[in-house]
């Protein structure tokens, strides 16, 4: 299956600061890619929709100056937490598709905000 | 009622054990369902993608789409500890935007 590359996996950051989590397709090209968060022993919640050369789509409930996300080519999503609190603490999953309907997930990135 | 359902579990069997994990959806429109599988603090691995009713097989694992019962399954044969994990089920309609179960945590034990 395709692959869809997550960096970086875990970091720990103090409460004030700003974390960049990369998300890249490493065998073909992504116009659309999707970043969830997941809480512990709950399933994925879908915050926004990445797209290629456009601003990103946002759920409801989900704060764009805090999660700003940029697709700035066809391999390369990324998704900055700005400001950076306890409460954003959480597991965050990218995922694209080569095939409509089939998406593919990165390792995902483990924040933890002090 | 919640687009797609599925039982948390967690479902404990033992190794050599058939695993039938199922999820039930309202929305007729759906139209791929895939089942995915994910160990705890990695991102989710696609396991079975299907886009008709019907079954399909891949290994040890078979996807079930029922269409006019809005139910899905997916058995696992033969288990094994090594696929002890959270089994999600996901659905979509004509779009990449994944509507997913909460999940059923698996144990199969030695």
């Known amino acids: 299956g395709a692959v869809v590359s997550q960096h970086p996996s875990r970091v720990i950051c103090k409460s004030g600061t700003s974390v960049k989590i990369e998300c890249r397709s490493l065998d073909f090209q992504a116009t659309t890619m999707f970043w969830y968060r997941q809480f512990p022993k709950k399933s994925l919640m879908l915050m926004a929709t990445?797209?290629?050369?456009?601003?990103?789509?946002?759920e409801q409930g989900v704060e764009k100056d805090k999660f700003l996300i940029n697709h700035a080519s066809l391999t390369l999503s990324t998704l900055t937490v700005t400001s950076a609190h306890p409460e954003d603490s959480s597991f965050y999953i990218c995922s694209a598709s080569d095939t409509p309907g089939k998406l593919f997930f990165g390792s995902g990135t483990q924040l933890s905000v002090l | 009622q919640k687009e797609v359902e599925q039982d948390p579990g967690p479902l404990s069997v033992p190794e050599g054990a058939i695993v039938s994990l199922n999820c039930t959806y309202s929305n007729s429109a759906f139209q791929y369902f895939m089942w995915y599988r994910q160990y705890s603090r990695k991102g989710p691995e696609l396991l079975m993608y299907?886009?008709?009713?019907g079954n399909k097989e891949d290994g040890r694992f078979t996807a079930q789409v029922d269409k006019s019962s809005k139910y899905i399954s997916l058995f696992i044969r033969d288990s094994q500890p090594s696929d002890s994990a959270t089994y999600l089920c996901a659905m979509s309609y004509n779009t990449d935007k994944l509507i997913f179960g909460t999940g059923t945590r698996l144990q199969v034990f030695p």
């Open positions: 990445s797209n290629e050369g456009s601003k990103a789509t946002y």
């Open positions: 299907t886009y008709s009713s």
